[in-house]
């Protein structure tokens, strides 16, 4: 369904993307890290193509909106303005997604990394050859993302008949990870050189665990402090407010006060609970 709106969306605004595509030439690189299968000018095609439905879409319903409140004219007129500024702001989230996206892949790549150098280190203690080491890691489930750049290197040396040094190089300026990055140089540099394989993915296996050991330290550390924040502001304020603005209620102004009760207890709080849950699931190692 994607490919056929993609597809539509090129045939309709392609020409208008293809003038504009200069002007976001960094989205280029991103889009190829990402791993989204389009080209510069095709994704810009899908942004300007949902761009206008979301002006479409909004126009009518900020006209109806606004014209309980102001003249018509004027709600017209006002619609346009919002209207043009969420196609906008629509159209530069979608300039900026691929590079989130990046920062997403190589978080998720860099969370496996420790585990799997490991089965490159045994890998590679077999005196199998060097692209046996990226054969093991495409048998780890757990970490679809790195089986995806070992599966890379695999299809570039098996299908393409890459020689490994090129093949690693060449992933190396794929992958979105700055750390699998200097993974394969350092593979790539060992083999050139003739050192010993082995040796350096063990050291690389015992950096990264270490570099690991002290993210889950650092969010250990993280966690506590939401932990004490959570229980004085959702826990202890609340208390304290519910026994203040109900004395507060007595003196006058209960509606009020039951009001600012009823806000606080079932729209701050919850909201605030959903933000800590969200924080603290990004933010894990």
């Not at 629509?90 to 900026?96: E, S």
């Not at 996206?101 to 050859?129: R, W």
């Amino acid at each position: 369904m994607l490919k056929d709106l993609v597809k539509r969306a090129y045939l309709s605004y392609g020409e208008i993307a293809s003038k504009i595509a200069p002007n976001f030439k960094y989205v280029t690189e991103d889009l190829k890290k990402s791993g989204m299968k389009y080209s510069l000018t095709e994704y810009l095609s899908l942004a300007i193509f949902v761009s206008l439905i979301i002006f479409v879409t909004e126009l009518p319903i900020i006209t109806l909106i606004l014209s309980f409140f102001i003249h018509v004219v004027f709600a017209i007129l006002l619609s346009f303005i919002f209207s043009g500024a969420g196609a906008i702001i629509i159209f530069f989230l979608f300039t900026t997604y691929p590079k989130a996206q990046v920062s997403n892949l190589a978080s998720k790549i860099e969370k496996g990394l420790p585990f799997s150098v490991s089965y490159m280190t045994a890998a590679a203690s077999s005196d199998a050859p060097p692209i046996s080491i990226f054969k093991s890691i495409k048998k780890l489930d757990e970490y679809p993302e790195l089986k995806e750049q070992a599966r890379n290197v695999i299809k570039d040396v098996d299908t393409l008949g890459m020689d490994i040094l090129s093949a690693l190089r060449r992933e190396a300026k794929r992958t979105p990870s700055k750390e699998f990055k200097d993974l394969l140089l350092g593979i790539e540099t060992t083999i050139s050189s003739g050192a010993d394989l082995t040796l350096f993915l063990n050291n690389k296996s015992i950096s990264l665990f270490n570099n690991y050991q002290r993210k889950i330290k650092t969010y250990a550390s993280t966690l506590s402090m939401i932990i004490e924040m959570y229980i004085t502001v959702m826990i202890v304020g609340p208390i304290f407010f519910t026994i203040l603005s109900s004395v507060m209620g007595m003196m006058g102004g209960v509606e009020s006060i039951l009001a600012m009760q009823v806000l606080i207890s079932f729209m701050l709080m919850p909201a605030i609970s959903v933000v800590l849950a969200f924080y603290i699931g990004i933010s894990s190692p």
